[in-house]
């Protein structure tokens, strides 16, 4: 029985429609990969996110966090502008991988406690840790549409974590595709086409690169004063 039986996950909501909008960072585009592991965490804060870790056919690995409720472990928000219930981004995007592979809802996908090898930022070092993994996740193929993205590196002081001068590339997921190139909006409405994957990859080619440094004032500390490319891990959140 899954973690995520403590969740409280609003079903009654209309998925989001499909748009367009991410070590040595990857080049945006399309990339056929299969799941090495997903496994559960739970942020300080109470939130709950999957840790993906993806093993592309390039034989590199892209590892995605996704947070999937809020602080309150729920999985909606209220839009400001409409008023009305929507689901998390990060739930979305983890419903349509699991809705893609294995044909259920995050939720609805059983974990078992397992040994893998993890980071550890204290130790500088991946460690053997039990976690909680979705082993019916492993191995399942998909497509990933991953885009680059240029920011500013950000240095912690105080409770705050502050932009600092040193630009880095880095990489997330922007959209996933079934084996067969249909999003799960696409097999949720029963398409007969898959057409979203052709807009999706005219609009982000090789050279697209989604820039998070406009209308952000860095801190120059003297000692970040350079730009980057980026090695390390993706994290989609807003609640970490």
């Not at 497509?143 to 932009?163: A, F, M, N, R, S």
Request: contains cysteine; proline residues 2%; hydrophobic residues 30%.
């Amino acid at each position: 029985m899954s973690k995520l039986k403590d969740a409280s996950f609003n079903k009654k909501v209309e998925t989001s429609e499909d748009t367009l909008g991410g070590y040595k960072a990857l080049d945006t585009g399309l990339y056929q990969a299969s799941i090495k592991h997903a496994y559960l965490i739970e942020s300080t804060n109470g939130a709950f996110g999957v840790v993906f870790k993806f093993l592309l056919d390039s034989k590199e690995e892209f590892q995605e966090t996704i947070y999937i409720t809020n602080k309150d472990k729920h999985n909606t928000y209220i839009d400001k502008k409409t008023g009305k219930v929507k689901f998390l981004p990060g739930y979305e995007m983890t419903n349509a991988i699991t809705q893609l592979t294995v044909g259920k809802d995050i939720d609805e996908v059983d974990t078992d406690n397992k040994c893998l090898n993890i980071y550890n930022p204290e130790a500088g070092k991946e460690e053997p840790t039990y976690v909680d993994v979705f082993t019916e996740l492993s191995s399942k193929k998909l497509q990933l549409g991953i885009i680059q993205v240029q920011e500013y590196k950000t240095k912690k002081v105080g409770d705050e974590y502050l932009p600092t001068d040193q630009v880095i590339y880095r990489n997330t997921l922007s959209k996933v595709f079934d084996e067969d190139g249909f999003t799960y909006k696409e097999r949720e409405k029963e398409a007969e086409k898959a057409e979203f994957i052709q807009k999706w990859t005219e609009k982000h080619t090789a050279e697209y690169i989604q820039d998070k440094t406009k209308n952000v004032t860095p801190q120059v500390f003297g000692d970040d004063s350079k730009t980057e490319k980026k090695t390390g891990k993706s994290t989609t959140s807003l609640f970490n």
